[in-house]
């Protein structure tokens, strides 16, 4: 055994993997700044374009087919202006995540051998792994984040290792894997 991370993981360990997924998304600290703001602007103005129409056609009382597809539009146009707000709103998207996530109180625990590791918790029991699977990872102030091939993230917090140091883990996963570990900017 080479390294070894037990955790129990906390509304702030998700809330640091939904950065990171952000990040993954836009590495372009400027795109991802410039999303967080209009994303929410264009949603407003979505939803105001859209309440506008819908009540302007509510208004005139005729209903007829033109009408209706209007309607539709306007709704659709309704809903695609609240997923942008909902889209720039980071924090509620931290405490949804935490919200939903199924394994909060449980113990997870990470072994890590010289030629596979293991993730094993109380509800999926003992998974192995090829380090050959991990395709990229990065890393925070407080963690690591290894992403596999089926889309599987692991998450290590660095205060949790019981064998083995946070400080030499990215240069073992980059031996093992061949994958850099990649800082998260904020």
């Known amino acids: ?109 990470y072994t890590f051998f010289d030629d596979h590791f293991e993730e094993e918790d109380e509800a999926s029991g003992l998974s192995k792994f090829q380090y050959i699977s991990i395709r990229t990872a990065n890393e925070d102030e407080g963690h690591f984040f290894l992403f596999a091939t089926n889309n599987a993230g692991h998450m290590l917090r660095k205060d949790s290792f019981v064998v083995g140091d946070p400080e030499t883990f990215a240069a073992f996963i980059q031996k093992k894997s061949a994958v850099r570990m990649d800082p998260v900017e904020a």
């Open 1 to 109: 055994m080479e390294y070894q991370v037990k955790m129990v993981y906390e509304q702030a360990d998700v809330a640091a993997l939904v950065r990171t997924l952000d990040y993954r998304r836009r590495p372009d600290r400027n795109t991802r700044r410039a999303m967080k703001i209009a994303g929410p602007i264009f949603g407003v103005l979505l939803i105001a374009v859209a309440a506008s129409v819908i009540a302007g056609t509510v208004s005139i009382g005729a209903f007829v087919p033109a009408t209706f597809v209007s309607i539709l539009i306007s709704a659709a146009t309704l809903l695609g202006g609240v997923a942008l707000i909902r889209r720039g709103d980071t924090r509620g998207m931290e405490r949804r995540s935490w919200k939903k996530y199924p394994n909060k109180g449980m113990t997870v625990t």
